[in-house]
């Protein structure tokens, strides 16, 4: 029982740091901004993104992979699959966040602010 939590453990950290790597590629995400959105290092994130590592189930990174994972999604559900929308879209200052998403995306606080903000307009949809 216990290899076979571990097995999915690491499953999913493969699958997650797979995702975000993905995610930041069709951002633009530099090593330094994606790390300060997981806060980890920009050397770690370029192990991330090469695959030779993964964020542990555990961590806060991994909690806030699975937020910007989030994000991507309802994003993405939000702009009818347009990349390029998505991207200008982070990019571009918002009233009512009171700055570019991008922008907030580097603290945790931030990154649930613009997830919840984008589920609250996607709900209208």
Request: hydrophobic share 45%; proline share 2%; net charge neutral.
């Amino acid at each position: 029982m216990a290899t076979q939590l571990k097995s999915s453990s690491t499953e999913q950290s493969r699958v997650l740091s797979e995702a975000i790597a993905r995610i930041a590629d069709l951002w633009s995400l530099t090593n330094e901004r994606l790390g300060r959105v997981l806060g980890l290092s920009p050397a770690t994130i370029s192990r991330l993104r090469s695959g030779s590592f993964g964020l542990e189930a555990d961590s806060k990174a991994f909690e806030a992979g699975q937020y910007l994972v989030r994000l991507f999604r309802s994003l993405d559900a939000m702009m009818g699959s347009d990349d390029e929308a998505s991207k200008a879209w982070l990019k571009s200052p918002n009233l009512d966040l009171e700055a570019a998403p991008i922008e907030l995306l580097v603290t945790f606080t931030g990154l649930a602010r613009v997830c919840a903000y984008v589920d609250a307009h996607r709900a209208r949809v």
